[in-house]
């Protein structure tokens, strides 16, 4: 059974950081890119990071380029995402993804198993 299960999440004050954890089971993580995607109330759904499967190549949305780091650790089945110097604009709940395939994948309906999310509230 694929889950996929984000932890880390909670508030923080503006300029701080916080870790994501993505842990998964039921299919080998480095088969599959993951993604990162965030929605805040009222917004549509927004792809944030990915991590291919194959190579490990990065993506960013320009809006986290900077600030944000992806990275994996196979043996832990854990995708991580760092998120430094926070802004109140990243207030949302994010989600992990695992893709249909294992090179970097952009959009949300390029990923075929979602968790159940984390929030992250940003705010002084």
């Known amino acids: 059974q694929v889950q996929l299960v984000e932890s880390g999440g909670g508030l923080v004050q503006p300029g701080n950081s916080l870790r994501l954890s993505c842990r998964t089971s039921?299919?080998?993580?480095?088969?599959?890119?993951i993604g990162w995607f965030r929605q805040a109330p009222g917004k549509e759904r927004e792809g944030v990071s990915c991590?291919?499967?194959?190579?490990?190549?990065?993506y960013y949305a320009d809006s986290v380029k900077g600030r944000f780091t992806i990275s994996r650790d196979n043996a832990k089945n854990t995708v991580y995402l760092q998120m430094n110097s926070l802004k109140p604009e990243d207030t949302a709940v994010y989600y992990c993804?695992?893709?249909?395939?294992?090179?970097?994948?952009?959009?949300?309906?390029?990923?075929?198993?979602w968790g159940q999310g984390t929030q992250v509230t940003v705010s002084s």
């Open positions: 039921g299919f080998t993580l480095n088969h599959y890119a």
């Open positions: 991590i291919s499967g194959r190579d490990g190549a990065t």
């Open positions: 993804a695992a893709a249909y395939r294992p090179e970097i994948a952009y959009y949300g309906n390029e990923y075929r198993y």
